[in-house]
């Protein structure tokens, strides 16, 4: 999918909310995520990432761009069958790579497996590919929605099915969590490239600031005459920590038991 086949078209309206700008500042209004600020002005389009109207075939009408994600997204059509309404329901949903304007799709507890329908995972073949994972039965979808990515329907075991993530990760998911077949839209993503800093501005990035060349006080790399290096084992943030290879994920944490094997490291080329 390329960005030309997108449809030329106004968002919709009732979709789209306004969320106020923090410039990288907390409750207290201190910043708490550095080089923050700025930006185009944008709208955040509410994209139903769970699901709705089971049963019922909905019609993509259009493949949008949104401004807070990186995947295109797709207007889905449905009837209202209720007979106090008129017209259609008219949601956002995550747009799966190969999609096309007119294509139906649908969501249900068993379907036919084929592109944007949505079903339970244990109910999808293996060695299928799906995105918009839920952790969590009906809570919608939280995993894998970036663009070009998707997870593999590894096996079945019991209630659970195991998972192949875009990290190498195998990870055992509740077979009752809805999955939607295919691969997220916009892969060529991964080759874009911020190419000059007014770009960088409009994304609502700040010029970052290199900690050798502050003051002492500022920053641990700081202080020194003329152009040094850092003058220490191991690079560290501003606040004196580890910056790089330290592992934030907690030894104990409950979820493990569902991994069964942790994503392997890339090797440098």
């Given at each position: 999918m390329v960005k030309g086949i997108l449809t030329k078209k106004r968002p919709e309206k009732r979709l789209l909310v306004r969320i106020a700008k923090t410039g990288g500042r907390g409750n207290l209004g201190r910043i708490t995520v550095r080089h923050r600020g700025g930006g185009a002005r944008k709208l955040y389009r509410k994209v139903m990432f769970g699901q709705v109207k089971l049963g019922q075939t909905g019609r993509v009408s259009s493949l949008e761009y949104d401004p807070g994600r990186n995947a295109w997204i797709m207007l889905v059509e449905y009837e209202d069958l209720s007979a106090d309404k008129a017209g259609g329901l008219k949601y956002y949903m995550l747009a799966p790579h190969g999609i096309q304007v007119g294509d139906e799709i649908v969501c249900d507890e068993k379907t036919e497996v084929r592109l944007g329908n949505r079903m339970r995972l244990k109910n999808i073949t293996s060695g299928e590919q799906v995105y918009n994972i839920e952790l969590i039965p009906g809570r919608g979808g939280v995993l894998v929605r970036a663009a070009g990515n998707s997870a593999k329907v590894?096996?079945?075991?019991?209630?659970?099915?195991?998972?192949?993530f875009p990290s190498s990760e195998i990870r055992k998911v509740l077979g009752e969590s809805f999955a939607s077949i295919?691969?997220?839209?916009?892969?060529?993503?991964k080759y874009a490239r911020v190419k000059n800093a007014g770009r960088a501005r409009l994304k609502g990035i700040r010029p970052h600031v290199r900690g050798s060349a502050m003051n002492a006080a500022d920053h641990p790399h700081g202080g020194g005459e003329g152009r040094t290096g850092i003058g220490l084992k191991y690079p560290k943030t501003p606040w004196g920590k580890h910056a790089l290879g330290v592992k934030t994920r907690r030894a104990k944490k409950w979820t493990n038991v569902f991994i069964l094997e942790r994503r392997k490291k890339k090797k440098k080329k």
């Amino acid at each position: 999918m390329v960005k030309g086949i997108l449809t030329k078209k106004r968002p919709e309206k009732r979709l789209l909310v306004r969320i106020a700008k923090t410039g990288g500042r907390g409750n207290l209004g201190r910043i708490t995520v550095r080089h923050r600020g700025g930006g185009a002005r944008k709208l955040y389009r509410k994209v139903m990432f769970g699901q709705v109207k089971l049963g019922q075939t909905g019609r993509v009408s259009s493949l949008e761009y949104d401004p807070g994600r990186n995947a295109w997204i797709m207007l889905v059509e449905y009837e209202d069958l209720s007979a106090d309404k008129a017209g259609g329901l008219k949601y956002y949903m995550l747009a799966p790579h190969g999609i096309q304007v007119g294509d139906e799709i649908v969501c249900d507890e068993k379907t036919e497996v084929r592109l944007g329908n949505r079903m339970r995972l244990k109910n999808i073949t293996s060695g299928e590919q799906v995105y918009n994972i839920e952790l969590i039965p009906g809570r919608g979808g939280v995993l894998v929605r970036a663009a070009g990515n998707s997870a593999k329907v590894n096996a079945h075991e019991g209630k659970y099915t195991q998972l192949v993530f875009p990290s190498s990760e195998i990870r055992k998911v509740l077979g009752e969590s809805f999955a939607s077949i295919g691969i997220v839209s916009n892969p060529e993503f991964k080759y874009a490239r911020v190419k000059n800093a007014g770009r960088a501005r409009l994304k609502g990035i700040r010029p970052h600031v290199r900690g050798s060349a502050m003051n002492a006080a500022d920053h641990p790399h700081g202080g020194g005459e003329g152009r040094t290096g850092i003058g220490l084992k191991y690079p560290k943030t501003p606040w004196g920590k580890h910056a790089l290879g330290v592992k934030t994920r907690r030894a104990k944490k409950w979820t493990n038991v569902f991994i069964l094997e942790r994503r392997k490291k890339k090797k440098k080329k």
